[in-house]
C-alpha cells in the first residue's frame, strides 16, 4: 500500500518546511510531494532540503490547478492513496492521518477535514475564522447541501484524503480557480462516498489570507455561478482507472 | 408590396458610392487576412471566420437587396438600424468564440505546465529511488543536478 500526502504552495517558504517535517515525522512511510504553483521566493529550495519531492508549475495556476497536479501525480505513480493539506501550518499532520485512515479503511472515496463539524467545535478553539469567511462559509454550505443533498459544513477545507477512484476523476475534471466546491459537488454527483470528518485545526503559520470583504463577494458570487452550472453537468460518466 | 416599399427607401439610405466605399474595405480586408496568413501571424483554421466576414461585406455592398430582405425579416423599418443590430450580433458571436477558444487554451497549458511539473517530480522519485532509501544523501545529488 503506498500513499503520497501532497502539499500545494504558493510563496510560503516561511512556513513549508515545517510542514514537511511534520507530516514525515506522523506519516514516516508516506511519500511527501510538494506542488510548488510558480512561488517567486525559495519555497523550492526550503521544500527539497527537508526531504519532499517537488513538482514545480512553471507559472501560477490557482490553487486547483496545483491540487489537481498532486492527484496527477498520484495517479500517474501508482500510489493507491493520497491525501493533501495546506502548506502554511494550519493543518496538523496527525488529522491528515486520521482521514487517511477513513480511505483506507474503505468507510469513505474522499474525506474531508472540516473545522465546523460537531465534533470539531468541542475539542479545540485553536482556529477562529475571520467575518468574511465566516458568511463566505455559511452561504457556501448552504447551497452546496442544496446541491449535493448531503450535508456538507466546511465546503473550502483544504486537508483531504482520497483513494483511487477520486484521483482518476479529479485529474481528469477540477475546476482550476474554484477547486474546493465544484470538486466536492462532482465528487457526490459521480456517486463517490464523501464524508466529513471533524478536524482540529491551527492559526496560520506563515503568509496571511487571501481574502478580503470586497474579495470575497466576488468568491462566493463566482462560487454559486459555478455550483449553479455544476448542477448541469453530466452524472456518472466513467471513470479511468 | 410593402418589401417592394422598404426596398425603394432602403436604396435611399446606400448611394452607390457609400456601396463602392464598402465593397473596396471588404477586399481590402480580405487581403489583410491574406497577408496575415503568409506571414504566419493568423493561423488558417482561425480566418475561416474571417474570411466568412469580409465576404459578407462584399456581398452586402454589390447586393443591397440582401440587406432590404434581412431588414424586413427583422422587422426593422430602417435599414441602417437592421445593419448595426446584424453587424453587432456578428461581433458578439465572434467574440464569444474567442472566450471559446482562451479556455480552450488555457486548459491545455494548464495541462502541459502539470505534466512537465509532474515529470520533473517522478524524475526526482526514481532518481531518489536509485541511490538508495529517501534521505538526505539523494537529496544533495538531486540539488547538484538542479544547479548544472
Known amino acids: 500500500m503506498r500513499t503520497l500526502v501532497f502539499i500545494p504552495a504558493w510563496n510560503e517558504e516561511a512556513s513549508v518546511a515545517g510542514v514537511i517535517a511534520d507530516v514525515r515525522k506522523t506519516m514516516p512511510e508516506a511519500d511527501v510531494l510538494v506542488v510548488d504553483d510558480g512561488s517567486a521566493d525559495a519555497t523550492v529550495e526550503r521544500a527539497r532540503e527537508a526531504g519532499a519531492l517537488v513538482a514545480s508549475l512553471p507559472f501560477n495556476q490557482g490553487l486547483g490547478a496545483a491540487l489537481q497536479t498532486g492527484y496527477l501525480y498520484a495517479l500517474r505513480n501508482g500510489y493507491d492513496f493520497c491525501a493533501h493539506l495546506d502548506s502554511d501550518g494550519q493543518h496538523p499532520p496527525e488529522e491528515v492521518a486520521r482521514l487517511l485512515a477513513e480511505v483506507t479503511e474503505g468507510r469513505a472515496d474522499l474525506a474531508i477535514g472540516s473545522r465546523y463539524h460537531a465534533g470539531a467545535i468541542a475539542g479545540s478553539d485553536d482556529y477562529r475564522p475571520t467575518f468574511s469567511r465566516r458568511i463566505g462559509t455559511s452561504v457556501f454550505r448552504f447551497f452546496l447541501t442544496l446541491a449535493t443533498r448531503q450535508r456538507f459544513t466546511d465546503t473550502t477545507s483544504g486537508m483531504r484524503a482520497a483513494n483511487r477512484r477520486v484521483m482518476a476523476l479529479f485529474s481528469r475534471h477540477y475546476s482550476p480557480d474554484f477547486a474546493e466546491i465544484e470538486s466536492l459537488q462532482l465528487a457526490v454527483r459521480q456517486g463517490l462516498r464523501v464524508e466529513e470528518l471533524p478536524v482540529r485545526m491551527l492559526e496560520r503559520a506563515g503568509g496571511s489570507s487571501f481574502l478580503t470583504p470586497v474579495r470575497s463577494a466576488f468568491f462566493i458570487f463566482k462560487g454559486l455561478v459555478v455550483l449553479l452550472v455544476g448542477q448541469f453537468r453530466p452524472r456518472h460518466v466513467e471513470t479511468e482507472r | ?148
Open chain 2, 1 to 148: 408590396m410593402r418589401l417592394a416599399f422598404a426596398a425603394e427607401a432602403g436604396q435611399v439610405h446606400l448611394t452607390s458610392q457609400t456601396r463602392i466605399v464598402a465593397a473596396v474595405l471588404a477586399l481590402v480586408f480580405m487581403l489583410m487576412i491574406l497577408e496575415l496568413i503568409r506571414r504566419d501571424r493568423l493561423q488558417e483554421r482561425y480566418s475561416v471566420i474571417w474570411f466568412v466576414a469580409g465576404l459578407g461585406m462584399l456581398a452586402g455592398a454589390a447586393f443591397p437587396g440582401i440587406l432590404e430582405v434581412l431588414a424586413s425579416l427583422l422587422g426593422v423599418r430602417n435599414t441602417n438600424v437592421a445593419l448595426f443590430s446584424i453587424v453587432l450580433l456578428l461581433l458578439l458571436g465572434l467574440a464569444l468564440n474567442f472566450s471559446v477558444i482562451m479556455s480552450r487554451q488555457a486548459a491545455q497549458i494548464t495541462r502541459l505546465a502539470q505534466e512537465r511539473a509532474i515529470e520533473k517530480a517522478s524524475q526526482q522519485a526514481a532518481e531518489r529511488q536509485r541511490n538508495g532509501s529517501s534521505g538526505e544523501q539523494p537529496l544533495q545529488a538531486e540539488e547538484q543536478s538542479f544547479e548544472s
